[in-house]
C-alpha cells in the first residue's frame, strides 16, 4: 500500500491564482481530512470528509474548498491565493468505525505552498 | 471546546540521556489522547494514543506516555534517546463523544527534540 499521497511536494503562486492540491489514500478509509501547518502554530483542520459526497467545515476553511467524489481522493481548492495561505498542507485518513474518535490518522508527505 | 498545551517548544538532550516532553489538555468532555511525531520534512506518524484501560501506554521506538486525569495531563517519556528521536512531536486529542466531529484531532503547538551526539 502507498498509504496516503500528495501532489504536488512544493508549489509558488501568485497572488490571486488557483491551484488544487490533490490527496488519494489506498487503504479504504472512509474519513479524510486536510490541515495546515504553520510554524510553531500546530496543525489545524481545514476541512474534512466523511465519506464519499459528504464534506465538513473544520477550523480555519476560509479561501479553500473541497470535494469528495470517490473514497480515495480529497482534493482541495484554493480559489484566489492569499500570502497567509503561504504554509505547510497534509491530508490525512482514518478507518471510521464506531469508536472513531480513537482511530489512528494517517498523514501524507505533505504540500509546501509559498504565495508571493 | 479543547485545548491542548505543550509546555516546551523545544527540548535538547543528550544521547542516552532520558527526556519528558510535557503536554497538559483542557476540556469539558472525556478525551482519547494521542503523541505524534514529525521527521523533518515528513509527515505525522502516530507514536502512541490512550483510549481506556491502564493509564501507562507504551508506544513505537520505546517511547511511554502516562494519562494522569486530575491533573489532565499525558507526558511522554523515553529512558534512553538516540539521534534518530530527534523530531517534532505533537500532542493530540479528539472527544470520546460519539457526536458529530467528535473525531477531530485538536493538536498542540509541538515540541522540537534536538539529541545531541
Known amino acids: 500500500n502507498a498509504g496516503v499521497t500528495q501532489t504536488p511536494k512544493f508549489r509558488i503562486l501568485k497572488i490571486g491564482q488557483s491551484m488544487t492540491l490533490q490527496c488519494a489514500q489506498d487503504?479504504?478509509?472512509?474519513?479524510m481530512y486536510w490541515y495546515r501547518q504553520d510554524p510553531g502554530m500546530g496543525l489545524k483542520l481545514i476541512y474534512y470528509?466523511?465519506?464519499?459526497?459528504?464534506?465538513d467545515k473544520g477550523e480555519v476553511p476560509n479561501g479553500y474548498n473541497v470535494s469528495r467524489s470517490t473514497t480515495e481522493d480529497f482534493p482541495l481548492r484554493l480559489e484566489l491565493a492569499a500570502p497567509s495561505q503561504t504554509s505547510v498542507y497534509f491530508c490525512?485518513?482514518?478507518?471510521?468505525?464506531?469508536?472513531?474518535?480513537?482511530?489512528?490518522?494517517?498523514f501524507g508527505p505533505g504540500t509546501r505552498l509559498t504565495v508571493l | 471546546a479543547q485545548s491542548v498545551t505543550q509546555l516546551d517548544s523545544q527540548v535538547p538532550v543528550f544521547e542516552e540521556a532520558p527526556v519528558e516532553l510535557r503536554c497538559n489538555y483542557s476540556?469539558?468532555?472525556?478525551?482519547?489522547l494521542f503523541w505524534y511525531v514529525q521527521y523533518p520534512n515528513q509527515g505525522l506518524q502516530l507514536l502512541l494514543k490512550?483510549?481506556?484501560?491502564?493509564?501507562l501506554v507504551k508506544g513505537i521506538n520505546g517511547f511511554e506516555a502516562e494519562f494522569n486525569k486530575s491533573q489532565t495531563s499525558f507526558h511522554l517519556r523515553k529512558p534512553s534517546v538516540h539521534i534518530s528521536d530527534t523530531a517534532e512531536y505533537f500532542c493530540?486529542?479528539?472527544?470520546?463523544?460519539?457526536?458529530?466531529?467528535?473525531?477531530?484531532?485538536?493538536f498542540g503547538k509541538g515540541t522540537k527534540l534536538s539529541v545531541i551526539p
Open positions: 490525512a485518513s482514518s478507518y471510521g468505525t464506531s469508536g472513531r474518535a480513537g482511530d489512528t490518522q494517517y
Open positions: 487503504m479504504n478509509h472512509n474519513y
Open positions: 470528509s466523511v465519506g464519499a459526497g459528504i464534506t
Open positions: 476540556s469539558s468532555v472525556s478525551v482519547y
Open positions: 490512550y483510549l481506556s484501560g491502564s493509564t
Open positions: 493530540a486529542v479528539s472527544d470520546v463523544s460519539s457526536g458529530a466531529g467528535s473525531y477531530q484531532l485538536t
